[in-house]
Nanobody
Framework: VQLQASGGGVVQAGDSLTLSCVAS????????VGWFRQAPGKEREFVAA????????FYSDSTKSRFIISRSDAQSPVYLQMNSLKPEDTAVYYC?????????????????WGQGTQVTVSS
């Protein structure tokens, strides 16, 4: 079981960045796929999640107006388009799979985790 997140980098405030999460068909075939982030000294934070069909999406209050999570189907990569980035978005971003539609924002509901990709937003 492998999840691979990519697309991170160093950008300026106001820029956009798109993260990608790829995994084996088996990993993606069931459950919610989510993005979480963790900044130094802070707890892991929910960012966005999407159901296996792509019909249901979930966002945190701090990202819902700026970020877009998407996927074409249950086996396709999951993308996180991040717009109007702010310095407070700086963190390591992780994708996770196997989550529950009942509690998509709860990191404990996810069974699989990727290695993370660093996003740094300078002011």
């Amino acid at each position: 079981v492998q999840l691979q997140a990519s697309g991170g980098g160093v950008v300026q405030a106001g820029d956009s960045l798109t993260l990608s999460c790829v995994a084996s068909r088996r990993t993606f075939s069931n459950g919610v796929v989510g993005w979480f982030r963790q900044a130094p000294g802070k707890e892991r934070e929910f960012v966005a999640a999407i159901s296996s069909t792509g019909r249901n999406t979930f966002y945190s209050d701090s990202t819902k107006s700026r970020f877009i999570i998407s996927r074409s189907d249950a086996q396709s990569p999951v993308y996180l388009q991040m717009n109007s980035l702010k310095p407070e978005d700086t963190a390591v971003y992780y994708c996770a799979a196997g989550g529950s539609l009942r509690v998509p924002k709860d990191y404990k509901s996810y069974n699989y985790w990727g290695q993370g990709t660093q996003v740094t937003v300078s002011s």
